[in-house]
């Protein structure tokens, strides 16, 4: 048997003594066991106010982004240490892919939205700076810093990997040190990416903690500063919720919570449609994939009560063709539970929905895994149940089987079967299988307020979905109610919930300074040397840029309207253009930003490389002929990506805010420029 599992406790390996013995999913057989040592829970508070803590904001955010990547690629490196642990879990190798290549996905995908939508320093602005008096003088703006504290992140046993990784990124991203503590019974897994992790030497001291075993008084010791966030089931996320010490200090606590999910066949889809195919395919699919153990998996298939029995007979024979067994066979294609007590836990709450729902197929079917041992391990047939009157029937709403276990529902229109989705009080995810774009447009909305995320199916989505129970790194995870309530993943948003978000108000040259980044209204700093010529390292924010003028004549417009091919009337048409409400013929929008680029562009070669792109532009007052604009360019943010090009010059995006003025200095366009600034080299 493997040694003893060790918890990384203030930068240390503890644990000698043998605890509890954690047993092999496939065949019962011992694989691990916990350590018996206490942990002290001060000791690891501490070490990550005290080392964690400064270690990462030693770093920012744009330094932490190339150090989650520099992980992820050596996890992947040594990706096959894990799968052949994995296998202890009852994970195939399709399962074991989830975990472990999604985990490392997730960093890698947190490490590409760092690099592009997060500054470089510990400071984010969320802006936009607003006036707060009329005379420009005064401004108000938001901004986000890290919390200054510790994130305690408690996992499920069902993707010991990803679990870990898809908290862990956010929160290393945000200078969020955390202590992981993964469910106990796979464990032997999450430690192990852990030692890969820290032998990486990737991980700044204290960044990462884990915790094998319980949690002690690891919650008394937090304080507000710090956040929880947890992925199991409901009924212990109500109990941690209310631990006096985070409700005393108001510790924010995010649960992702198991849930009814559920899957909708629409009214009008038949058995002759490919839909018809892609909803069989997806309820099957949820109920085997980790033998259904997946936060995400469908529990509840709503059908029209027309297709019951086509839908009923459809899934029994895809579900008949599902070999289960030892993973490590090429032909197994569902595992055992993760544990022998899930087994008992599933089968207790099967037999509760069995004294109201029907059994359409089951282990009386004839499921007999494969592989040597297998009598010991810890298998459940996939378990398809049907509720004829499921409006009446309260169990098939409140219990989860969490296991490769769903419920047939049958329907009589689309607003009762969306009224039969609302009935499990709040989930992560639904599907909405339909052909007709009129129904999503309604059930949606509706649905959207029960449900942390939707999946409208068809066949031209097919091809390309991801599927009902994949949580991806750009969109949110989690849903309201019974789900937890809480948010994770989203893209940036995710970061953004372990930083602090707080208000500043002052003048704007106060909140350029504060912010690292260009307010309008704000003092700037003018010199001889155009802004454009400047290298990366040499522009400061606020250096800038007042062009000469250009009056705009009726050439210009007939000229760019030749060239565009914009002939738009009231550019053109004398007569309506009065009639407009502008009163006259105007210039053409893109005209103006084209001539202000033209007054403010240095030509000749220099450090800008490229402008690859505009933000927040608006064109605020018109522009007629006979008007004079010039333009302010001002250096408004820089981002240092830590990148160099093919002959080793670094460079870094630097976004000028441009306005543009007419001869009564009123603005009549505004836009951010993006460009690419080499470095001094």
Same mark, same amino acid.
């Given at each position: 048997?493997?040694?003893?599992?060790?918890?990384?406790?203030?930068?240390?390996?503890?644990?000698?003594?043998?605890?509890?013995?954690?047993?092999?999913?496939? =065949?019962?057989?011992?694989?691990?066991?916990?350590?018996?040592?206490?942990?002290?829970?001060?000791?690891?508070?501490?070490?990550?106010?005290?080392?964690?803590?400064?270690?990462?904001?030693?770093?920012?955010?744009?330094?932490?982004?190339?150090?989650?990547?520099?992980?992820?690629?050596?996890?992947?490196?040594?990706?096959?240490?894990?799968?052949?642990?994995?296998?202890?879990?009852?994970?195939?190798?399709?399962?074991?892919?989830?975990?472990?290549?999604?985990?490392?996905?997730?960093?890698?995908?947190?490490?590409?939205?760092?690099?592009?939508?997060?500054?470089?320093?510990?400071?984010?602005?969320?802006?936009?700076?607003?006036?707060?008096?009329?005379?420009? &003088?005064?401004?108000?703006?938001?901004?986000?810093?890290?919390?200054?504290?510790?994130?305690?992140?408690?996992?499920?046993?069902?993707?010991?990997?990803?679990?870990?990784?898809?908290?862990?990124?956010?929160?290393?991203?945000?200078?969020?040190?955390? !202590?992981?503590?993964?469910?106990?019974?796979?464990?032997?897994?999450?430690?192990?990416?852990?030692?890969?992790?820290?032998?990486?030497?990737?991980?700044?001291?204290?960044?990462?903690?884990?915790? !094998?075993?319980?949690?002690?008084?690891?919650?008394?010791?937090?304080?507000?500063?710090?956040? %929880?966030?947890?992925?199991?089931?409901?009924?212990?996320?109500?109990?941690?919720?209310? =631990?006096?010490?985070?409700?005393?200090?108001?510790?924010?606590?995010?649960?992702?919570?198991?849930?009814?999910?559920?899957?909708?066949?629409?009214?009008?889809?038949?058995?002759?449609?490919?839909?018809?195919?892609?909803?069989?395919?997806?309820?099957?699919?949820?109920?085997?994939?980790?033998?259904?153990?997946?936060?995400?998996?469908?529990?509840?298939?709503?059908?029209?009560?027309?297709?019951?029995?086509?839908?009923?007979?459809?899934?029994?024979?895809?579900?008949?063709?599902?070999?289960?067994?030892?993973?490590?066979? /090429?032909?197994?294609?569902?595992?055992?539970?993760?544990?022998?007590?899930?087994?008992?836990?599933?089968?207790?709450?099967?037999?509760?929905?069995?004294?109201?729902?029907?059994?359409?197929?089951?282990?009386?079917?004839?499921?007999?895994?494969? &592989?040597?041992?297998?009598?010991?391990?810890?298998?459940?047939?996939?378990?398809?149940?049907?509720?004829?009157?499921?409006?009446?029937?309260?169990?098939?709403?409140?219990?989860?089987?969490?296991?490769?276990?769903?419920?047939?529902?049958?329907?009589?229109?689309?607003?009762?079967?969306?009224?039969?989705?609302?009935?499990?009080?709040?989930?992560?995810?639904?599907?909405?299988?339909?052909?007709?774009?009129?129904?999503?447009?309604?059930?949606?909305? %509706?649905?959207?307020?029960?449900?942390?995320?939707?999946?409208?199916? *068809?066949?031209?989505?097919?091809?390309?979905?991801?599927?009902?129970?994949?949580?991806?790194?750009?969109?949110?995870?989690?849903?309201?109610?019974?789900?937890?309530?809480?948010?994770?993943?989203?893209?940036?948003?995710?970061?953004?919930?372990?930083?602090?978000?707080?208000?500043?108000?002052?003048?704007?040259?106060?909140?350029?300074?504060?912010?690292?980044?260009?307010?309008?209204?704000?003092?700037?700093?003018?010199?001889? %040397?155009?802004?454009?010529?400047?290298?990366?390292?040499?522009?400061?924010?606020? *250096?800038?840029?007042?062009?000469?003028?250009?009056?705009?004549?009726?050439?210009?417009?007939?000229?760019?309207?030749?060239?565009?091919? /914009?002939?738009?009337?009231?550019?053109?048409?004398? !007569?309506?253009?009065?009639?407009?409400?502008?009163?006259?013929?105007?210039?053409?929008?893109?005209?103006?930003?084209?001539?202000?680029?033209?007054?403010?562009?240095?030509?000749?070669?220099?450090?800008?490389?490229?402008?690859?792109?505009?933000?927040?532009?608006?064109?605020?007052?018109?522009?007629?002929? &006979?008007?004079?604009?010039?333009?302010?360019?001002?250096?408004?943010?820089?981002?240092?990506?830590?990148?160099?090009?093919?002959?080793?010059?670094?460079?870094?995006?630097?976004?000028? /805010?441009?306005? %543009?003025?007419?001869?009564?200095?009123?603005?009549?366009?505004?836009?951010?420029?993006?460009?690419?600034?080499?470095?001094? &080299?």
């Amino acid at each position: 048997m493997k040694n003893t599992l060790q918890s990384f406790i203030a930068g240390r390996w503890i644990g000698e003594q043998a605890g509890q013995v954690l047993r092999s999913a496939v =065949n019962g057989r011992p694989v691990a066991q916990t350590h018996a040592e206490a942990i002290d829970f001060g000791e690891a508070v501490a070490f990550a106010r005290g080392k964690g803590l400064l270690a990462l904001l030693a770093m920012d955010f744009q330094q932490r982004a190339e150090r989650l990547k520099a992980l992820a690629k050596y996890l992947a490196e040594h990706k096959e240490t894990l799968y052949a642990i994995s296998a202890h879990t009852g994970a195939t190798r399709a399962d074991s892919w989830i975990d472990i290549e999604g985990g490392v996905g997730t960093l890698l995908a947190y490490a590409s939205i760092a690099s592009n939508e997060l500054p470089s320093g510990n400071l984010v602005h969320e802006g936009p700076a607003m006036a707060l008096g009329k005379k420009g &003088g005064f401004a108000g703006t938001h901004i986000l810093v890290p919390r200054g504290g510790l994130a305690v992140h408690i996992n499920a046993f069902n993707f010991p990997i990803w679990g870990l990784l898809e908290k862990f990124a956010p929160s290393f991203l945000a200078g969020m040190p955390c !202590i992981g503590k993964p469910a106990t019974s796979t464990s032997y897994l999450t430690e192990a990416a852990v030692r890969l992790m820290h032998r990486s030497g990737l991980l700044p001291e204290g960044s990462l903690q884990l915790v !094998i075993g319980g949690t002690g008084d690891l919650l008394n010791r937090l304080d507000g500063q710090d956040v %929880v966030t947890f992925t199991g089931s409901a009924d212990t996320a109500a109990k941690l919720r209310v =631990n006096p010490n985070l409700v005393r200090h108001s510790v924010p606590f995010n649960a992702e919570a198991d849930s009814l999910n559920c899957a909708i066949l629409a009214p009008d889809v038949t058995p002759d449609d490919p839909e018809f195919d892609l909803f069989i395919k997806e309820v099957a699919r949820e109920m085997t994939v980790k033998a259904g153990q997946k936060c995400t998996a469908i529990r509840r298939a709503i059908v029209p009560r027309q297709h019951l029995d086509a839908v009923a007979s459809k899934l029994k024979e895809r579900l008949a063709r599902i070999v289960a067994g030892d993973p490590a066979r /090429d032909d197994v294609r569902m595992g055992p539970l993760a544990s022998h007590d899930q087994q008992s836990d599933v089968a207790e709450r099967v037999a509760t929905l069995l004294q109201s729902a029907e059994l359409v197929y089951g282990a009386r079917d004839g499921f007999t895994p494969v &592989g040597d041992g297998v009598a010991e391990g810890a298998f459940f047939a996939p378990t398809l149940l049907l509720s004829r009157n499921p409006l009446n029937d309260d169990a098939v709403h409140d219990i989860e089987a969490f296991g490769p276990v769903s419920t047939l529902m049958a329907y009589e229109g689309i607003d009762e079967a969306l009224a039969l989705a609302a009935r499990g009080r709040g989930s992560l995810v639904a599907t909405l299988v339909t052909r007709d774009p009129k129904i999503a447009a309604k059930a949606i909305p %509706v649905a959207a307020a029960w449900h942390g995320r939707l999946l409208v199916l *068809d066949a031209e989505a097919a091809a390309e979905s991801t599927g009902h129970g994949s949580p991806l790194p750009m969109l949110k995870h989690g849903g309201p109610g019974r789900a937890g309530g809480g948010e994770e993943l989203g893209g940036v948003r995710a970061v953004k919930h372990y930083l602090q978000r707080a208000a500043v108000q002052g003048s704007p040259t106060m909140l350029a300074a504060v912010t690292g980044e260009y307010v309008r209204g704000a003092r700037v700093r003018e010199s001889e %040397v155009h802004p454009f010529r400047r290298h990366f390292e040499d522009l400061q924010i606020g *250096d800038s840029l007042l062009t000469h003028r250009r009056t705009v004549g009726e050439a210009d417009i007939v000229a760019f309207g030749g060239l565009s091919g /914009d002939f738009f009337y009231m550019h053109f048409d004398e !007569i309506a253009a009065k009639e407009s409400s502008f009163g006259k013929r105007i210039a053409h929008g893109y005209f103006v930003l084209s001539a202000a680029a033209g007054l403010f562009v240095s030509p000749a070669p220099g450090p800008v490389l490229a402008n690859y792109g505009l933000d927040t532009l608006r064109f605020i007052k018109p522009v007629g002929i &006979g008007d004079t604009i010039r333009a302010r360019l001002t250096c408004k943010r820089k981002t240092d990506r830590n990148k160099k090009d093919a002959k080793g010059v670094g460079q870094g995006v630097v976004a000028w /805010d441009v306005e %543009v003025t007419n001869q009564d200095g009123e603005l009549v366009a505004a836009y951010d420029i993006l460009t690419l600034v080499a470095k001094r &080299g």
